[in-house]
């Protein structure tokens, strides 16, 4: 069974710009959600979807938005970056959203805004 | 609010040695799930064990158990016969009813040779 991928796995942007990261979920989970992490805030969370729906949003400012799509696959886009978008973003798959369900998370996507 | 402390930034074991991660939680809720990751270097997460709040035994995965103490609010990992590849950040995290997991500022372990 496949695990979650997220890509790309690398990405520099320059200010300004918008960028989308992609996570393909394991095979018949419908929720994904994700996080950003970094050394100063630790691991934040940005937006759950479960079935096509966001389900839960955490404190991010607009610029940072996400989707589901009917095979579960997910993606998020940030729009006009700031340096301090720079970290690495995780993604997390699991079959259902309540609390007794294992999350397992992709290698995440580091994005490096200069 | 629901929050999950680590209290231990770093923890060194000899190789071969047990190592207990502490982990405290607060919550209200009745019903919730804690987690503990493990991130190498690498940054992928790692699902290393899971442990639901009516669970009346602790939960174990081959070297890793954790030590759940629900009236204090407690949910240690022990890894046992720590190995040099166990060196990585360790995160305890919780997901309680209808919402996203929140995690702990997570451990660095460094094993020893």
């Known amino acids: 069974k496949a695990g979650v991928t997220q890509t790309p796995r690398y990405l520099i942007k320059t200010r300004g710009q918008q960028v989308t990261l992609s996570c393909s979920p394991i095979s018949g989970h419908r929720s994904v959600s994700w996080y950003q992490q970094t050394p100063g805030q630790g691991l934040q969370f940005l937006f759950e979807?479960?079935?096509?729906?966001?389900?839960n949003k955490g404190n991010f400012p607009g610029r940072f938005s996400g989707r589901q799509f009917s095979n579960s696959r997910s993606e998020m886009n940030v729009s006009t970056l700031e340096l301090g978008d720079s970290a690495l973003y995780l993604c997390?798959?699991?079959?259902?959203?309540?609390?007794?369900?294992?999350?397992?998370f992709g290698q995440g996507t580091r994005l490096t805004v200069v | 609010a629901q929050k999950i402390t680590q209290t231990q930034p770093g923890m060194f074991v000899q190789e071969k040695e047990a190592v207990t991660l502490d982990c405290t939680y607060d919550?209200?809720?009745?019903?919730?799930?804690l987690f503990w990751y493990k991130q190498p270097s690498s940054g992928e997460m790692i699902f290393l064990i899971y442990?639901?709040?009516?669970?009346?035994q602790n939960a174990t995965e081959g070297r890793y158990s954790l030590n759940f103490q629900k009236a204090r609010k407690s949910a240690n990992l022990v890894i046992s016969a720590s190995q040099l590849g166990d060196s990585a950040m360790y995160f305890c995290?919780?997901?309680?009813?209808?919402?996203?997991?929140?995690f702990g500022a997570g451990t660095r372990l460094t094993v020893k040779p």
């Open positions: 995290a919780m997901r309680y009813n209808n919402n996203d997991m929140r």
């Open positions: 997390a798959s699991s079959s259902w959203w309540r609390e007794n369900t294992e999350a397992f």
């Open positions: 979807y479960f079935s096509e729906t966001q389900r």
């Open positions: 919550t209200s809720d009745p019903s919730y799930g």
């Open positions: 442990q639901g709040s009516y669970d009346q």
